[in-house]
């Protein structure tokens, strides 16, 4: 029995790294997926052609996650094509990193509109319809899902990133007040936070033997995460199987939270 069968999901920043992943994973599980980009229109139509191939559904949807007007044209355009939505991923991020006294005002807010406000406003629309439509018996138990692509930074602090840190540490606060204030609508809302997952966001990490092995050091588990490690929590937390999951954080980082520097440490 597919996981999300028969359900409709739209996926931010769906073209490329974890959000491509994630909407193939959503698709080979049963949805029918709005593939969200920005600007990498050609990204979105290889993933929506790899679902295809696989007998599943989805269309290419264009728009700025940080742009009121685009994300409500976004959300019609979902409602149009599969007349319904029953999971949201809100994954959409960037970095743009500096030392704080070389951080512009610039550089703070675009990471903060994408981040924070992107997850806002998709949510927001989420639970509008989430709201009006509630649950569909036969389809899912709950009257609709969101899940939060966080990081690690939510929790670990991270110098030269402050920008990125504040903006996953707002979203965990956002992810859990909103789940407190939808649960009783049986709206589920939940994160996912990815460690180091091998992505173009951090390519220039893991693309350098010397930063790669210091990376390695920061991961008991020993070997940096692929976009599916996480594609395969995301369709759980999408799905019945996590039903009485509200308004957590589920870490899918080798244990980077562990504090590694304690690892043989007296
Ligand atoms: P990525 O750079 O491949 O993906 C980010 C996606 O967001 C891209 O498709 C990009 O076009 C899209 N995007 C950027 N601005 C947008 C906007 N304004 N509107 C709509 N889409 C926009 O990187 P990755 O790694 O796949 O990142 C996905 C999420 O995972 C991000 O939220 C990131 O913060 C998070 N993450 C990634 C980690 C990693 O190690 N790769 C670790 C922790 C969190």
Not at 17 to 31: D, P, S, W
Not at 40 to 53: F, L
Not at 138 to 163: D, T
Not at 198 to 206: A, C, F, G, M
């Amino acid at each position: 029995m597919k996981l999300v069968k028969d359900q409709v999901a739209l996926v931010t920043g769906a073209s490329s790294g974890i959000g491509k992943t994630v909407a193939y994973y959503l698709a080979k599980e049963g949805a029918k997926v709005g593939v969200n980009y920005y600007s990498d229109e050609e990204g979105a139509n290889d993933v929506v052609k790899k679902i295809t191939e696989i007998g599943g559904e989805a269309f290419p949807v264009q728009g700025d996650v940080g742009n009121e007007e685009d994300v409500l044209k976004m959300f019609n355009k979902v409602y149009e094509t599969y007349g319904n939505l029953d999971i949201l991923v809100s994954n959409a991020g960037i970095q743009r990193d500096a030392p704080i006294e070389k951080m512009t005002l610039k550089d703070w807010e675009t990471v903060i509109r994408t981040n924070l406000t992107g997850a806002f406003l998709c949510s927001r629309q989420a639970v509008q319809y989430f709201l009006k439509r509630g649950v569909v018996k036969g389809i899912s138990k709950s009257a609709g899902k969101i899940i939060f692509m966080s990081s690690v930074h939510q929790e670990i602090p991270w110098a030269g990133h402050i920008n990125y840190s504040a903006s996953k540490g707002g979203l965990t606060e956002l992810m859990r007040s909103l789940s407190q204030e939808t649960a009783n609508k049986l709206i589920r809302v939940n994160s996912v936070a990815p460690g180091a997952i091998k992505t173009p966001i951090n390519e220039d990490v893991w693309k350098d033997k010397e930063k790669k092995e210091h990376l390695l050091k920061l991961i008991p588990y020993n070997r940096l995460g692929e976009p599916e490690d996480v594609a395969e929590v995301v369709v759980w937390l999408a799905s019945d199987k996590s039903e009485y999951v509200n308004g957590t954080t589920i870490f899918v980082d080798g244990g980077m939270t562990l504090y590694p520097g304690f690892i043989n440490n007296g």
